[in-house]
T-cell receptor
Framework: DSGVTQTPKHLITATGQRVTLRCSPRSGDLSVYWYQQSLDQGLQFLIQYYNGEERAKGNILERFSAQQFPDLHSELNLSSLELGDSALYFC?????????????FGPGTRLLVL | EDKVVQSPLSLVVHEGDTVTLNCSYEVTNFRSLLWYKQEKKAPTFLFMLTSSGIEKKSGRLSSILDKKELFSILNITATQTGDSAVYLCAVGVTGTASKLTFGTGTRLQVTL
């Protein structure tokens, strides 16, 4: 158990809908990272927040957005969902905001878009 | 574009064998290379390497980085069925887009 929690575990929804994934980092960690893992693409970095501010952006679609709240939990919002958005979404956290730090991954949210 | 390539894609070995997994990279502003093990769910951290030639070791697992040739290897000796997993390599880069770029992984299956 990494100490990173994610809810929900599974989510099934229809195309065109909007969903929110939630992540709570390990106690004391200020950075939260979001990743998407699909069968054909591997693990793709989406976005990073550090202490409430966006720090780095990866391959995140415009239909997706994220934020980190004052209590450091983070939410990833996915809208106008398409079949291709079906994937495992991981959140990870680290103490600071630097890539030389270890990132600890949560158990993931499996999203299925029908 | 930053690239991380792992090989082989998949391998099956017998318990007790030694395996070597490879990770090569082409990135701008290299900062670190990390190895993760992914079984059913979340990747779990194994090693972080930032300096060339210094072996990191944890039990039967070890890893080394070559920053000149831009690759790393992960060795697992005396493999056990519990080592069956996908092993992910990730490279951290700094700059305006500090991030980890992951390879697609090597799927290892250890059979009795």
């Amino acid at each position: 158990d990494s100490g990173v929690t994610q809810t929900p575990k599974h989510l099934i929804t229809a195309t065109g809908q909007r969903v929110t994934l939630r992540c709570s980092p390990r106690s004391g960690d200020l950075s939260v990272y979001w990743y998407q893992q699909s069968l054909d693409q591997g693990l793709q970095f989406l976005i990073q927040y550090y202490n409430g501010e966006e720090r780095a952006k990866g391959n995140i679609l415009e239909r997706f957005s994220a934020q980190q709240f004052p209590d450091l939990h983070s939410e990833l919002n996915l809208s106008s969902l398409e079949l291709g958005d079906s994937a495992l979404y991981f959140c990870a956290s680290s103490v600071g905001g630097y890539v030389q730090e270890t990132q600890y991954f949560g158990p993931g949210t499996r999203l299925l878009v029908l | 574009e930053d690239k991380v390539v792992q090989s082989p894609l998949s391998l099956v070995v017998h318990e007790g064998d030694t395996v070597t997994l490879n990770c090569s990279y082409e990135v701008t502003n290299f900062r670190s290379l990390l190895w993760y093990k992914q079984e059913k769910k979340a990747p779990t951290f194994l090693f972080m390497l930032t300096s060339s030639g210094i072996e990191k070791k944890s039990g039967r697992l070890s890893s080394i980085l070559d920053k000149k040739e831009l690759f790393s290897i992960l060795n697992i000796t005396a493999t056990q069925t519990g080592d069956s997993a996908v092993y992910l390599c990730a490279v951290g880069v700094t700059g305006t887009a500090s991030k980890l770029t992951f390879g697609t992984g090597t799927r290892l299956q250890v059979t009795l």
